[in-house]
């Protein structure tokens, strides 16, 4: 690419989950290229590859040949460390919410860090469904016009893309890395991937039945609220091993006291 310095960039990547229109596939290409961003990953889209795409990809093919393409977003964002999901109104799940400056220095700060990073964009016609939105660390909002909030999909993907770059520019992103700091990443503690938390919450989840905590209460309210707790704490990956392990014990009491 253009800016071979811009090396966080190898690390954002932008996921449009379930598009409608392929047209605003190819502008979100557009958008990114401008900006010198290249990682693009489709979820389910409705139609796709198609003309439309290509048509308005104009000139930023290879952002689009690139593109991977997945079934679901867990698939999509699975050894991320940082997935924030934009929204065009906010949700009954109450996420953390960041504008879009403040969401590119995070983001930008965690990819120089050496961490794989998503900004997650929903559906044309209905954004993201809420249980996609749960799997974000956090959500990120334009705050457009309160009377006509929702832009285009490859519009919000454009002002994304420019504030990374700005935030790049601005050095947010260069000053927050030694230089010597990749050489040194295995020393110090890695942030849970997607996937690990994932395995948290599923463990979590069963331990929870196995020990009857919830009473015959129905158990998504709990779960939802423990998974914001614990994605807002960011953990790191031995202390997710620290309370998987836990996990397992109180599943080993709960069958020894013969619960299950
Ligand atoms: N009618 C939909 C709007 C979808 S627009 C809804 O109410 O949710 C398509 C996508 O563009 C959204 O899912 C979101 O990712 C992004 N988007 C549009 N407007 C936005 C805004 N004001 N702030 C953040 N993201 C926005």
Redesign the pocket.
């Known amino acids: 690419m253009d800016d071979p310095s811009f090396a966080a960039a190898a690390r954002i990547r932008v996921v449009l989950v379930g598009t409608q229109h392929p047209g605003n596939i190819g502008s979100a290409a557009r958008a990114l290229k401008t900006m010198g961003l290249s990682r693009l990953s489709l979820v389910a889209p409705e139609r796709y590859p198609h003309a439309d795409a290509s048509a308005l990809a104009a000139g930023a093919d290879d952002v689009l040949a690139g593109a991977s393409l997945h079934d679901t977003l867990a698939e999509a964002v699975a050894d991320c460390r940082l997935v924030l999901?934009?929204?065009?109104?906010s949700r009954r799940i109450a996420l953390p919410e960041q504008g879009p400056r403040e969401a590119a220095a995070t983001l930008l700060a965690e990819a120089s860090a050496g961490a794989e990073v998503a900004l997650?964009?929903?559906?044309?016609?209905?954004?993201?469904e809420n249980d996609e939105l749960q799997l974000c660390h956090g959500a990120?909002?334009?705050q457009?016009n309160p009377g006509y909030?929702?832009?285009?999909?490859a519009a919000?993907v454009q002002v994304l893309a420019y504030e990374l770059r700005m935030a790049w520019l601005a050095g947010a992103g260069p000053a927050a890395v030694a230089p010597d700091d990749a050489e040194h990443e295995h020393e110090r503690d890695q942030p849970a991937t997607h996937a690990q938390m994932e395995g948290l919450f599923g463990q979590l989840a069963e331990t929870l039945d196995a020990i009857d905590f919830h009473k015959g209460r129905a158990p998504e309210s709990a779960m939802r609220k423990l998974r914001r707790l614990f994605l807002r704490s960011r953990l790191d990956q031995r202390e997710v091993r620290l309370l998987r392990g836990i996990l397992a014990d109180a599943q080993r009491m709960a069958r020894l006291a013969g619960f299950q």
């Open positions: 999901g934009c929204t065009a109104r997650v964009f929903g559906r044309e016609r209905t954004g993201l990120v909002h334009i457009a909030s929702s832009l285009n999909l919000a």
